[in-house]
């Protein structure tokens, strides 16, 4: 017996957060019943569990990284009809969704599982997961303002956390920098262009948990190497278990993924 909430996280319905939610909101049935208190278990060997009226059916464990391009939104569906990633990873059959975000004009890497832990153990804030980017900002930046975003930035909900900032070039009065953060506020690095003056003019994300996009071109995927999954779990305690076996298709599906 497991609580409802893990057991939807492992099968790939949503993040463990997300899974609370759902059986708070009644959305949630057991053998037919409506189960609606966080603190319900269940056998998924035994019993049958819906949501939504859809049956939980576990899935293999997945860990994919894209390289979403700009004008992609990070969202497996966009009521204003843009595209998003679920176009991209539509040729892999598990219900997978992004581990955290990338706003629609940043590029760069994403993860994207259907294992609910291992998004809420690399999302959680006490994780401080690393996140680098590479951007161009409007405007010549000297020493003091490499060092403002360093210490950290006063925004409207508070300073941001010291970040990594490394100055790369100035062209043109453009200035490039590489930047480290370890938090996760909505489009940070634009906001902190905003308060400081220095717009950001183009933003890609490199690394994140030190799993890169090398290699890829933007809109491809990979399933992540055994041994990524190996120090994700030795640096962050996911996933819970690292398994092997090959990235599941739809069928007439034409990219071949890497194996684990």
């Known amino acids: 017996m497991e609580r409802l909430q893990k057991i939807l996280a492992h099968a790939g319905f949503a993040s463990r957060r997300a899974a609370e939610r759902f059986i708070v909101e009644g959305r949630v049935r057991v053998d037919g019943h409506v189960v609606s208190e966080l603190g319900a278990k269940a056998d998924p060997r035994k019993q049958r569990i819906e949501v939504d009226g859809r049956r939980l059916v576990a899935e293999a464990p997945v860990y994919i990284v894209l390289h979403k391009p700009r004008g992609v939104v990070t969202t497996m569906h966009d009521p204003e009809g843009r595209a998003s990633v679920r176009e991209l990873l539509s040729d892999i059959s598990a219900r997978l969704y992004p581990v955290g975000r990338l706003d629609f004009a940043t590029s760069g890497v994403l993860l994207a599982t259907n294992d609910g832990d291992f998004a809420e153990g690399l999302m959680h804030p006490r ?134």
């Open 127 to 260: 994780s401080k997961v690393p996140k680098t980017y590479v951007l161009k900002v409007q405007g010549v930046m000297g020493p003091d303002a490499v060092d403002e975003w360093r210490k950290g930035v006063e925004l409207d909900d508070g300073p941001t956390a010291p970040a990594g900032v490394r100055l790369l070039r100035h062209e043109e009065g453009k200035t490039w920098l590489e930047v480290t953060l370890t938090e996760g506020r909505n489009q940070q690095l634009r906001r902190m262009g905003k308060a400081t003056g220095f717009a950001v003019m183009r933003l890609a994300r490199i690394s994140f948990a030190g799993i890169t996009s090398e290699g890829l071109r933007p809109g491809t995927w990979r399933a992540l190497t055994r041994e990524e999954l190996v120090e994700l779990k030795k640096e962050y305690g996911v996933p819970k278990r690292v398994t092997g076996g090959a990235v599941p298709q739809r069928e007439g599906a034409h990219r071949k993924p890497s194996s684990f």
